[in-house]
Every structure is written in C-alpha cells, then in structure tokens.
C-alpha cells in the first residue's frame, strides 16, 4: 500500500477540480446534484446521500490490456506412451 496524495481545488461553488496520483477528474455541481468527468472517459452523475448514480463511458469500445477472462478451450491430451 502506498501514499497517495489528492489535491482538491475548488473553484467557485459549483466547479471542483480533483488531482490524483492516478489522473484528474472534474466535478460540476452543488450538494444536491453532481457530475463528474475524468481522465479516462468516465462520467459520474449522481445524487449525494441518496445512493443513486448513473455511470457510462465516453467514446463507445473500452480499452483492453490483451488479458481476457474467458478460458480457452483445452485441447485433448495425447496418452503419452510408457516404456
């Protein structure tokens, strides 16, 4: 685990930019109603204190890092011959 450090500057009362370690997301909105947008693509829109959000991805397909989660079909093993 490491130390990260989050650098918040606010500008005006509805305008919040957020710098991590990570990336930078900006946030527009007041206590009762938020969206935010970050380096990646992502959009956050949400209600504080409610639990409701809705999350969605700019730009259609996502990225992918060449791993995949599905298994790959095994072939059959050959009895190997003893002697």
């Given at each position: 685990m490491g130390l990260n450090i989050r650098k918040s500057f606010k500008i005006g009362n509805l305008f919040k930019i957020n710098k991590t370690k990570k990336g930078v997301s900006v946030s527009?909105?007041?206590?009762?109603?938020?969206?935010?947008?970050?380096?990646?693509?992502?959009?956050?829109?949400?209600?504080?204190?409610?639990?409701?959000?809705?999350?969605?991805?700019l730009g259609?397909?996502?990225?992918?890092?060449?791993?995949?989660s599905a298994k790959k079909p095994t072939s059959a093993k050959k009895p190997s011959a003893k002697k």
């Open positions: 527009v909105g007041n206590k009762n109603l938020k969206l935010t947008v970050n380096d990646k693509k992502k959009v956050t829109f949400g209600l504080p204190g409610t639990g409701i959000s809705y999350d969605t991805t259609g397909g996502k990225k992918t890092s060449g791993k995949t």
